[in-house]
């Protein structure tokens, strides 16, 4: 079993920062690749950023690549999301998910994702 915990969300003005954090527990945290998604109001979850579990390969989606930067630190058991350069479609609920296969090359759909925290709020006004 794994345990995730997300913080760092909450209202933000266009072209501001957030910094998103996702806390692991349960599980050896440097075994899993770990992503993050998000879901807006009647839309389905969609992928955002994911890294692999030594955090050599990281992937993006192209609406936010050149903005946003997963990161992690094994030894914090806890991965980031830095979102710089916010914008109003990126209101949403952010998920943190882990993944225990541990692929090369980090899957970017959600069915693949073992573990998911609870999410966090963020959203950016215009």
């Known amino acids: 079993q794994v345990q995730l915990v997300e913080s760092g969300g909450g209202l933000v003005q266009a072209g501001g920062s957030l910094r998103l954090s996702c806390a692991a527990s349960?599980?050896?945290?440097?075994?899993?690749?770990m992503a993050w998604f998000r879901q807006a109001p009647g839309r389905e979850r969609d992928f955002v950023a994911a890294?692999?579990?030594?955090?050599?390969?990281?992937r993006y989606a192209g609406s936010v690549r050149g903005r946003f930067t997963i990161s992690r630190d094994n030894a914090k058991n806890t991965v980031y999301l830095q979102m710089n350069s916010l914008k109003p479609e990126d209101t949403a609920v952010y998920y943190c998910?882990?993944?225990?296969?541990?692929?090369?090359?980090?899957?970017?759909?959600?069915?693949?994702?073992?573990?998911w925290g609870q999410g966090t709020q963020v959203t950016v006004s215009s």
């Open positions: 349960g599980r050896t945290f440097s075994s899993l690749n």
């Open positions: 998910a882990a993944d225990t296969a541990r692929p090369i090359v980090p899957h970017t759909t959600s069915g693949p994702y073992d573990y």
């Open positions: 890294i692999t579990w030594v955090g050599g390969s990281t």
